[in-house]
């Protein structure tokens, strides 16, 4: 398969590839709201909604069907650890935009996930093809723990804004807040600009 490294991304925001205030690590930590949730593939829907020309819905079997890429991609928590050269597999986010058609008024994105966790972004920042809704790490599926079935993964953005066990993504005419922006959290969650905490 195809695999893109966009490592170099960090070019775009800054001259360092780990961002100020990090960590490189090896490991792969777990963090979680809540613990990992209860799913089954046979019950698995995922939606796209709210200012699109169509809104869309994809059993587990159809969204497997999707194109996608495989990428290594660098992974910043907002804790202080980076993990570089992690290779994931899925659909990239613009992928699905077209299929839904985004609309002129739509300028914001809210993803939601089986945990009750959300989380958003502007549009512009989702319109990228390293945005991915990812099933495989490293060559295999994407451990339940990190957000297995399906989580989204944003390189250019801290961790928490992509959401584990993703299950819907709605487009919105205006910004929403979501988990942990609503508990002072930064929207906008640039490493190069250490944008932690709003
Ligand atoms: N659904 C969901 N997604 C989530 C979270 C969560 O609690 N629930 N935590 C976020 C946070 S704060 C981080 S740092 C990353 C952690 O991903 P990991 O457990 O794979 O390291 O997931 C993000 N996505
Ligand atoms: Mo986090």
């Known amino acids: 398969m195809d695999d893109t490294d966009v490592t170099d991304l960090y070019e775009e925001f800054g001259d360092d590839r780990l961002p100020p205030g990090q960590r490189e690590t090896s490991e792969f930590p777990v963090l979680s709201k809540s613990g990992t949730p209860d799913w089954g593939l046979e019950t698995w829907e995922f939606t796209v909604t709210g200012a699109v020309e169509t809104e869309l819905s994809f059993s587990w079997d159809d969204f497997r ?36 058609g985004v609309r ?29 809704f990812t099933w495989g790490l490293d060559g295999s599926a994407l451990p339940a723990d990190h957000g297995g079935p399906l989580r989204v993964v944003t390189p250019h953005k801290y961790a928490y804004k992509g959401a584990k066990w993703v299950d819907g993504v709605e487009f919105c ?9 609503r508990r002072g959290y930064s929207s906008t969650a640039n490493p190069w600009e250490e944008e932690r905490y709003s």
């Open 65 to 100: 069907a999707l194109p996608s890429a495989t990428q290594t991609q660098d992974f910043h928590c907002v804790t202080g650890w980076s993990r570089f050269d992690c290779e994931f597999t899925g659909v990239p986010f613009p992928e699905l935009a077209e299929r839904a």
């Open 173 to 181: 005419t205006d910004p929403q807040r979501g988990y942990w922006e």
């Open 104 to 132: 002129d008024d739509a300028v914001h994105v809210m993803f939601s996930a089986l945990d009750g966790y959300t989380t958003d972004l502007p549009l512009a920042d989702c319109l990228r093809d390293d945005v991915l």
